[in-house]
C-alpha cells in the first residue's frame, strides 16, 4: 500500500500514515511526501497504526525527517505504532529521539 500524506494548514501539520511495511521500498514515496513542506514550525505526523513491519531502513527515514523538521523549526511525532513496530521503536530507543504516542 502507499503512503498517504494530509496537511492541515490550521494546525500547520502534515500527517503521514504508512500502511504494511515500511522499509527501503517506501523511501521515495516517503520522502516526496514531505520534502516540499518548508515552512517554518511545520509539525510531522507519522501514522504508524496499520505499519505492520519496519526496518533499520524506516528508522533511518524518520531520522532525516526529523533533520528536516528540525531545520525548519518543526517537530515530528510518532503516532500509535502497532505492538511489533513499537518494539523496533523501543530496541532503537527512539523515544529518546522523538515523541511517540501509543
Not at 496537511?7 to 514531505?34: A, V
Not at 528508522?59 to 505492538?83: F, K, Y
Amino acid at each position: 500500500m502507499p503512503i498517504t500524506s494530509n496537511f492541515d494548514e490550521s494546525q500547520n501539520t502534515l500527517r503521514i500514515s504508512i500502511e504494511d511495511q515500511f522499509d527501503f521500498s517506501k523511501h521515495q514515496d516517503f520522502k516526496d511526501s514531505y520534502s516540499a513542506l518548508s515552512d517554518k514550525g511545520t509539525n510531522f505526523v507519522i501514522d504508524l497504526s496499520k505499519t505492520s513491519y519496519m526496518d533499520s531502513s524506516a528508522l533511518g527515514m524518520i531520522l532525516l525527517l526529523r533533520e528536516h523538521a528540525n531545520t525548519h523549526e518543526g517537530s515530528v511525532v510518532i503516532t500509535q505504532p502497532t505492538d511489533s513496530v513499537y518494539k523496533v521503536l523501543e530496541i532503537a530507543q527512539f523515544q529518546k529521539l522523538i515523541d511517540i504516542q501509543r
